[in-house]
């Protein structure tokens, strides 16, 4: 009987292993590290040491090679470090080695990931997709990770002591993935009609990286209670909700946030989810404006729409959290002339570069949200006429 448990117990301490190679340069390797952290931090683990290996590319028995291996194997010894945290893919075979050096369990960014939405799931829908993108992630690792399956104190995926042999494990991994995928195609027809019995409302979905605000904006704009939290994938099951501005109603959905090197078993899992998104006829892409790289997890966004063949529609970039960008950019000593003027550079910057398709607020401080809802109702009506024209009792 296939088992499945935490990765991470609570408070447990981690080290934090990440490799500058041909595509990854020192720079983003220590921003990728940060992030790993705060996903790890999200799973009840804290990091308590970093380590970064220059390699030309990936060493296929320990990733790092062993040299390095060795220097993290004197660290973690006589220390009470029960998990090792690396931010790039690793294969069965490459965990199997790493563990057998360090006597520690060992996980990918990929696992952690899924760790936390398992830990996030609510509903059925969701437990199911992180169901099956688990199995998805597993079934490759399985023959590189015979003996790191019985390992004990945790993992995902197959953990079952009755079965001996790799090839009835892989036929039940199989199974089962099978099983999840008929499931889940049942879960989708639901949602579909779900979402086809709302009627003729235009429909709008925040979207954006993890941790930028979705939670807290739909809560303002919706009037609702949707839960928010600063940690990495608050929301995970999609939240939809009927707002009206000024008699004009529409449906607005909060979506699962999207990061870095997210795993494709998800974004294939998680297909009706990305739904809300596909369908949707305006998004609200929001932005963490006091990220020190928030161009970077713009630019992710927008690549993960494209990919998800979400992006052919209209766009409303939110860049929240202005009130955070001014305190870390803003010197004690400045005059408020300078202040204005910087940050009137910043708005002016983005409005030619979205063709006035953006909104600068705080959440938080409820600044600027005025401003936001008259963006949104505007598109909103524009749709209306084009789509609806009978419903003119949404126009004046």
């Not at 529409?250 to 998680?270: N, Q």
Request: aromatic share 8%; hydrophobic share 35%; proline share 3%.
């Amino acid at each position: 009987m296939l088992e499945k448990k935490n990765i991470i117990q609570q408070e447990e301490k981690a080290i934090l292993v990440g490799l500058v190679y041909n595509t990854q340069t020192e720079e983003q390797v220590k921003e990728y590290l940060e992030e790993l952290a705060f996903l790890a931090e999200t799973a009840g683990a804290k990091s308590v040491k970093r380590f970064i290996q220059k390699l030309p590319h990936p060493d296929s028995r320990t990733f790092v090679g062993k040299g390095k291996l060795e220097e993290i194997r004197k660290y973690v010894e006589g220390r009470d470090i029960r998990i090792a945290i690396f931010d790039d893919e690793l294969s069965g075979s490459q965990i199997t080695n790493i563990e057998k050096a360090l006597d520690i369990k060992t996980i990918d960014r990929s696992d952690l990931i899924l760790d936390i939405f398992a830990r996030r799931a609510k509903t059925a829908q969701a437990k199911t997709q992180v169901e099956l993108a688990q199995y998805q992630y597993l079934l490759p690792r399985l023959k590189g990770m015979w003996k790191h399956l019985e390992r004990l104190g945790g993992g995902i995926g197959t953990r079952g002591p009755g079965e001996t042999e790799i090839e009835t494990d892989r036929r039940i991994v199989k199974d089962k993935i099978a099983l999840l995928r008929r499931r889940l195609t049942e879960i989708d027809k639901q949602a579909f009609i779900q979402r086809k019995d709302r009627g003729e409302f235009i429909r709008v979905a925040l979207v954006g990286y993890t941790n930028v605000g979705k939670s807290t904006i739909m809560n303002l704009l919706s009037k609702s209670d949707v839960f928010a939290e600063n940690k990495l994938f608050a929301t995970l099951d999609t939240t939809t909700r009927k707002v009206v501005f000024e008699n004009t109603p529409f449906l607005l959905s909060d979506t699962v946030g999207f990061i870095r090197k997210l795993p494709h078993h998800l974004v294939e899992s998680f297909k009706s989810t990305l739904d809300e998104v596909r369908e949707a006829d305006i998004l609200l892409h929001v932005v963490d404006t006091s990220h020190p790289r928030y161009e970077d997890q713009l630019g992710i966004v927008n690549h993960t729409l494209q990919e998800i063949k979400a992006y052919d529609k209209p766009v409303i970039t939110i860049f929240n959290k202005m009130d955070l960008y001014e305190k870390n950019t803003f010197d004690p000593w400045l005059e408020e002339e300078v202040k204005t003027e910087i940050v009137n550079e910043l708005k002016e910057r983005w409005e030619n570069e979205l063709q006035g398709n953006c909104v600068f607020i705080s959440a938080t401080e409820r600044r600027n949200l005025e401003e936001l809802r008259n963006t949104i109702l505007n598109k909103v009506k524009e749709l209306y006429k084009a789509r609806y024209p009978y419903k003119t009792e949404y126009f004046f």
